[in-house]
Structures are given as C-alpha cells and as structure tokens.
C-alpha cells in the first residue's frame, strides 16, 4: 500500500520522539479526517503518548459515534507547548482554521494526508495523492509504529475509508480498501450499524432541506451541469445546518445527462461555500483551485465572498468552458 510520497518512517520518528501530541483536523470536519484522527489518538495512547484532539468546527452528529469525538476542541488562549502537531486530512494550511496556531506551539509538525493538491506545509510530510482516504494511510502508519488493530480503531478507520471512497462506490476505490476492510472485519466491525448511520439515516431536517435542494435544481452547459443553490432562508425554513449538505450534491451529479454538477449555499459567515462534482473524465479541481479552492479531480470545494448570482456564475462560466 502506500508510494514512495508517504514517508510513514519519518512520521514514525516524530511521534517516537514526542510526549505530548495535539491531532488536529481539518475545518467543516469529514469522516475521513475525524476518523483519522480519532483512530491516532487510540494508537498514540496505546503507545504512552499524551494526546490531544483539536478542530476548528463541530464534530457532525452522525459522527458522535467515533469514540473520542466529544474532545475535539478549538486551541485556546494557552494552548500547549506540544512537543508534536500532527494533521489529519488536511489538504491545505487554511483548513487548519484556528488551529494553525498550534504550529507555533508545536516543536515539531507533520501530516498525513491523500489530497493530491497539498502543498506539503508542514516539516514532515507523509502525503499521498493516489490513495482513497486519509485512513487507509492511517493504517499504513500503525503497521510502521508497530501498533495492533482493535474494535474501536477499526471503527475509526471505517469510517473514514467508506465516507471517503462514497461507501465503496466511487473510482478511487481499490484493492486496498478492500484488504484492510477485510482487516477490519476480522476486529468484529459492527458493519451493518455503521453503514445505516453513515448512509441511510437523516434527520428530518436533511430531509426538509433536501427538498429545497432539489426543487432549486437547474441545468446549464446543454444540460450537462446540474445546479443547486441553497440560501439562508432554506436553512432557516428547514432547521438544517451547513453540515446537513454533505450528499446533496451528489443528487445533481446522479441525475440521468449530467457530468458535472454544483452545489452552492450561503454559509453563516455570509460566504458562498461551493460543492463541486464531475464524473470522469471530466474535473473540478482545476476549476477550484481558480478560485482558490481545492480538493480531487471529482470532488472539490470552494470558498468565495461575494453574492450567491455573482459567485454562482462565475463559476459556471468556468464549468461551461470546461463543458465546452
Ligand atoms: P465538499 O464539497 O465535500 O465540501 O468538499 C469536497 C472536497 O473539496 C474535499 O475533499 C475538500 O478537501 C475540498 N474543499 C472543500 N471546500 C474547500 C475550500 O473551501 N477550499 C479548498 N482548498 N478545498 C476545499
Ligand atoms: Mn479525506
């Protein structure tokens, strides 16, 4: 598993080298980096380590099931010293959030992480951009650290592997996430209960706004892109939170003649958050990154001021062209 880009022995020596270590994650945390790094703590105290779990945003509900997704908190004044940083999941400094704090508060940083475009920010960098989830990373690392699977690790890196992978549908899933769920499976997964968790229940507030979701559908670029908007109002109405659109962007992209769709929704600090979506061989990270964004090339966001008419089609302009 893993290339020549992870480097798991350097990481190995840092966390060898460390007593106290602050695990952070990614802003508007996902599965992958929550699961990354509720899985680190586990290993890190199994070997004496003294840890903490940091993010800039709120664990999800579906995910309070991660054990150790209760201590997830924000640096405050006072925060460390650390004698190791070590981010999760995190494509890019500023999805540190507030905690790029910790970096001056750290004796050392690192990462670990599966996005393509990371520039590689920190002072060891196990990085690979071909791998599915950040987890299977993770699983790689503790074979390095000599640390045994458990049930509750195994839950952890479930959860990032099938979040990540979209429940073992999308194409970066491969082999290797099917060896080491068989490893998982072997540390008695609780699958089935998981897996309706992580996919199939919602609260009636999703449901709610995903009707707004859906009923704000429209077609552009010869109705290849499929367009979502979501404003205030719809969040208000439903009783939904910024974390309740995870998947339904997904329902554009699923629509029968589409191969690329977006979702843009007006976030509570007044900027426009942009999910972006394309089926192969088409991409969005290109077009992301023009905007300062980022992510994969099926899969990636941004985050824009401006009105939701201006920023919306700008953006498609971009995705037309890309269309063409
Ligand atoms: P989502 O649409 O699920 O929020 O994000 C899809 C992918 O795009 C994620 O893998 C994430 O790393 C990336 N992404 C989402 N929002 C942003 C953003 O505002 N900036 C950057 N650089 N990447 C983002
Ligand atoms: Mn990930």
Not at 19 to 40: Q, Y
């Amino acid at each position: 598993m893993g290339t020549m880009k992870t480097n798991p022995e350097a990481i190995a020596r840092c966390i060898q080298e460390a007593r106290t270590i602050a695990v952070v994650s990614h802003v508007n945390p996902d599965g992958d980096t929550l699961g990354s790094a509720t899985a680190m703590r586990l290993i890190l105290r199994k070997m004496g380590k003294e840890v903490t779990l940091f993010c800039d945003g709120k664990v999800p509900d579906m995910l309070c099931f991660l054990p150790g997704a209760e201590l997830f908190r924000v640096p405050g004044e006072n925060e460390g010293p650390f004698d190791l940083m070590l981010a999760v999941d995190v494509s890019d400094e500023k999805r540190l959030g507030a905690c790029a704090v910790l970096k001056e508060k750290s004796r050392r940083t690192a990462q670990i992480d599966h996005h393509p475009t990371n520039p590689r920010y920190m002072e060891e960098n196990s990085v690979d951009g071909g791998c599915a989830a950040t987890c299977l990373l993770i699983r790689e690392q503790m074979r390095t650290l000599g640390v045994k699977l458990d049930q509750e690790i195994a839950v952890c890196l479930y959860t990032g592997i099938s979040t990540d992978t979209g429940n073992f549908s999308f194409g970066s899933t491969n082999a290797d996430a099917f060896r080491v769920m068989g490893e998982l499976m072997e540390h008695d997964l609780p699958l089935a209960k998981l897996n309706r968790i992580l996919f199939r229940e919602r609260s009636r507030e999703q449901i709610k706004l995903l009707g707004r979701a859906i009923e704000s559908m429209t077609f552009r670029g010869n109705g290849k892109i499929a367009v979502m908007k979501l404003t205030k109002q719809d969040f208000a109405d439903s009783g939904a939170l910024s974390e309740h659109t995870d998947t339904l962007v997904n329902y554009g992209l699923d629509t029968v003649g589409t191969e690329m769709a977006l979702l843009a929704r007006e976030a509570d600090s007044g900027q426009i958050k942009f999910s972006l979506r394309a089926r192969e061989p088409k991409r969005v990270d290109e077009i992301a990154k023009l905007f300062g964004g980022g992510g994969h090339p099926q899969a990636a966001g941004i985050t824009m001021d401006g009105t939701m008419e201006d920023c919306v089609e700008a953006v498609l302009a971009e995705m037309e062209k890309a269309e063409g």
